[in-house]
């Protein structure tokens, strides 16, 4: 199989697998699909496998940062992994992915993340279970009265995509959030002007929510503020909607503020969409990442990376004053043996007495890594 990046012309190539994979997409929504995902193909980032002349297999890699303690690192979205039914089961898949992630360091991404539909072909090249996105359902009469005070707010649409994307940068940011993704301008274009989204910006704050398919119910994609009282005011702008909206489905943080807003916590019904993450350069991830303040911690690290043998070796782990370092180092017997699973799931926030009674992590003394690296990663992004 060869695999290379497709043009712009030959986007309706990969319709059919991808139909084969996901299900069909009516013509109007490939049309929105094809513009929204125009940066991608104009970069050169979405890729073809052929075999004897026609197309066998597709993946993309989407350009975007992913928050890690509230700093942006640079990753790979990895998306739209497809293999024709016909030749599934014959390592096609798996050698997609491994020139994805070759590529996804070819790019300059540190990180690479993805939502699974199965977990054993993406662990086999290093990936590992990391966050995830969670949905949440609220009663929309909760939040109704949750706003303290008027904030002043405007309807925003895709001229905005600068502005939202730095007020949306500054709340993960201050926030120290870990996991959510930010896109480039382009793409916020388009998020921004979905036919009936209704989109608010405040001077802290950023909400974006829908009519749920079918009525009946609003759909939060995006809801993030600084402030109490514009979150409190942009939550009570979603819960107006009670009398003819009975419940809210709300992409959130699981430790989003939201949950301790109203007056009334009923039990919650959340629904997780995992995602996992790949250290594609390590030095480069751990260096990028930010780190609580006042947490010091160091280790002797052993990593064995057969997919990217650059991160292999022995390393000296430090992190001190929220910057961490990754540097050469000699042998020595008291190190922390890794795998990229191990790491890349500690780079996530996964307590180390987790990683070693999972078998992903063995050897030295780790105690220390677990508040360095702690997180509780989410998404509110899906691709
Ligand atoms: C998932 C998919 C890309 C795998 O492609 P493939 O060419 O069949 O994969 P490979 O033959 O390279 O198999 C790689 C590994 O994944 C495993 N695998 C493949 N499909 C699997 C499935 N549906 N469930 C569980 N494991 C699976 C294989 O057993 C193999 O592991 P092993 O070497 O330990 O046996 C392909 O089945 C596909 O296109 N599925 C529909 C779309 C989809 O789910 N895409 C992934 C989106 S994240």
Not at 65 to 93: C, K, N, Y
Not at 181 to 204: H, I, N
Not at 250 to 261: F, H, I, K, Q, R
Request: some cysteine; glycine content about 12%.
């Amino acid at each position: 199989m060869e695999i290379r990046a497709l043009g712009a012309d030959e986007r309706d190539a990969v319709r059919d697998i991808g139909a084969r994979a996901f299900g069909p997409i009516p013509d109007e929504e490939w049309e929105r699909r094809a513009e929204a995902s125009r940066p991608m193909w104009e970069a050169g980032r979405w890729f073809g496998g052929f075999d004897g002349g026609g197309i066998v297999a597709s993946g993309a890699l989407h350009d975007m940062t992913q928050w890690w303690h509230g700093r942006p690192v640079s990753a790979a979205g990895v998306g739209g992994v497809t293999v024709a039914p016909e030749e599934r089961g014959r390592g096609l898949g798996r050698r997609l992915m491994a020139d994805l992630l070759r590529r996804c360091a070819e790019f300059g991404h540190p990180l690479a993340m993805l939502y699974p539909a199965t977990t054993p072909i993406y662990r086999s090249l290093g990936w590992e279970h990391a966050g995830a996105q969670h949905h949440i359902e609220l009663p929309a009469e909760a939040l109704r009265t949750v706003a303290a005070e008027r904030v002043p707010v405007r309807r925003a649409g895709p001229e905005d995509a600068a502005e939202a994307a730095a007020v949306i940068g500054r709340v993960h940011a201050q926030a120290r959030d870990s996991g959510p993704v930010g896109w480039g301008e382009a793409r916020w274009r388009g998020l921004l002007g979905q036919r009936d989204d209704y989109v608010y910006l405040a001077e802290d704050g950023f909400l974006s929510y829908r009519w749920a398919e079918g009525g009946g119910g609003l759909e939060v994609s995006r809801l993030v503020a600084s402030s109490e009282r514009t979150l409190r005011a942009l939550w009570a702008i979603v819960g107006s909607g009670s009398s003819t909206a009975g419940t809210v489905r709300a992409c959130v943080s699981p430790l989003d503020p939201v949950l301790w807003l109203p007056r009334e916590r009923p039990p919650e019904i959340v629904h997780r969409t995992p995602w996992m993450l790949r250290v594609v350069d390590a030095p480069a991830a751990i260096a990028a990442r930010g780190y609580p303040a006042g947490v010091a911690a160091q280790a002797p690290l052993l990593v064995d990376d057969p997919q990217r043998p650059s991160n292999s070796g022995h390393w000296r782990l430090e992190i001190e004053d929220g910057e961490g370092r990754l540097e050469p180092s000699g042998e020595t017997s008291d190190a922390v043996r890794l795998g990229p699973r191990g790491l890349s799931a500690l780079y996530a926030g996964v307590p180390v007495s987790a990683l070693r009674r999972s078998g992903l992590l063995q050897g030295g003394d780790a105690e220390a890594l677990s508040p360095a690296f702690a997180a509780t990663p989410f998404s509110l992004d899906y691709f």
